[in-house]
């Protein structure tokens, strides 16, 4: 079975400054692996996935996130982030010729001037 | 444009009522979901459908009803078996097969009072 840890409940982060969300997940399979942001009171909206290929995938709103084989990672990183990325990001995981997605519990991102 | 209509988008059920939420998708996806967010649990699957006519418990199934007769349409009625259904539901389509990742309905806040 697959699971997704997300390893911070809650990141507080100045503006401007730079974020790192992590995420460990563990499978037996191949897996591809994504990143979610949701807005208060609304639905998931994707940030990025990867499928295969470079493990560096850059997704919307400047977000880049990077798989690691070996350690089972797929850290979601941001350089600068701005007081409108205030949210809550999902790292989700589902197997290659799958259908059923595994979500994290999710980390709250709170970002102050 | 293509997407996950869900209605409503708040709900207020008295105790000892059966309510139904609906989803509705014109992405042509085979499989779709119902999810329950709860605060700091993350999402968790309670129903899944590959194909009409077809569906399977999730992790928290009790005191939920779906059915598929539509491949467009996926409702979820909330019984009254269900003794804390107090949550945001959020519905979701994939298509079967394929590497795209799960689209999201913006969800419907279930409140009991």
């Known amino acids: 079975a697959q699971s997704v840890t997300q390893l911070d409940s809650q990141v507080p982060v100045f503006e401007e400054a730079p974020v790192e969300l992590r995420c460990n997940y563990s499978?037996?399979?191949?897996?591809?692996l994504f990143w979610y942001v949701q807005y208060p009171n609304q639905g998931l909206q994707l940030l990025l996935k990867y499928l295969s290929g470079s493990t560096l995938v850059k997704g919307i709103n400047g977000f880049e996130a990077e798989f690691n084989k070996s350690q089972t990672s797929f850290h979601l990183r941001k350089p600068s982030v701005h007081i409108s990325d205030t949210a809550e990001y999902f790292c989700?995981?589902?197997?290659?010729?799958?259908?059923?997605?595994?979500f994290g519990a999710g980390t709250r991102l709170f970002v102050k001037a | 444009d293509g997407g996950i209509t869900q209605s409503p988008k708040y709900l207020f059920r008295k105790e000892g009522q059966n309510v139904t939420l609906s989803c509705e998708q014109n992405?042509?996806?085979?499989?779709m979901y119902w999810y329950r967010q709860d605060p700091g649990q993350g999402l968790r699957l309670i129903y899944y459908?590959?194909?009409?006519?077809?569906?399977q418990k999730g992790d928290i199934a009790e005191g939920y009803s779906v059915s598929r007769e539509k491949k467009e349409s996926f409702p979820l009625t909330v019984t009254s078996a269900q003794k804390n259904p107090t949550a945001f539901y959020l519905c979701?389509?994939?298509?079967?097969?394929?590497?795209?990742?799960?689209?999201f309905g913006q969800g419907t806040r279930l409140t009991v009072v």
């Open positions: 979701a389509s994939t298509a079967v097969q394929t590497k795209t990742e799960a689209f």
């Open positions: 989700a995981v589902r197997i290659t010729g799958g259908f059923k997605t595994i």
């Open positions: 992405l042509n996806h085979d499989a």
């Open positions: 499978s037996s399979v191949s897996v591809y």
């Open positions: 459908s590959q194909i009409v006519n077809d569906f």
